[in-house]
């Protein structure tokens, strides 16, 4: 089992940047893939960005060329690195991860952009 916890959310102006931090509880270098998801109120949660245990990311076309994410195998986490924010990214940020066939999910942080 794995057990998932994000931090780094808060209140941020448009343009400004946030890192979101998501620690697993064993080393995710076992971990086939992790991702962070979003869900704004009203809509369905949406896939943001993914990587894999060999390195290789994907990006919705929202956020490309905004958001990076990284993950350090050393401390167990899972990074997503959102600049340039704007207010239609404002949403509770999920972290996944698929382990043995399993998905597991964090319990989210939340990210408000004001204009």
């Known amino acids: 089992q794995v057990q998932l916890v994000e931090s780094g959310g808060g209140l941020v102006q448009a343009g400004g940047s946030l890192r979101l931090s998501c620690e697993a509880s064993l080393s995710i270098f076992s971990i086939n893939s992790m991702a962070w998801y979003r869900q704004a109120p009203g809509k369905q949660r949406e896939l943001v960005a993914g990587?894999?245990?060999?390195?290789?990311?994907n990006y919705a076309d929202s956020v490309k060329g905004r958001f990076t994410i990284s993950r350090d195998n050393a401390k167990n986490t899972l990074y997503l690195q959102m600049n340039s924010l704007k207010p239609e990214d404002t949403a509770v940020y999920y972290c996944?991860?698929?382990?043995?066939?399993?998905?597991?999910w964090g319990q989210g942080t939340q990210v408000t952009v004001s204009s």
């Open positions: 996944r991860s698929l382990y043995r066939a399993r998905i597991y």
């Open positions: 990587i894999t245990s060999g390195g290789n990311t």
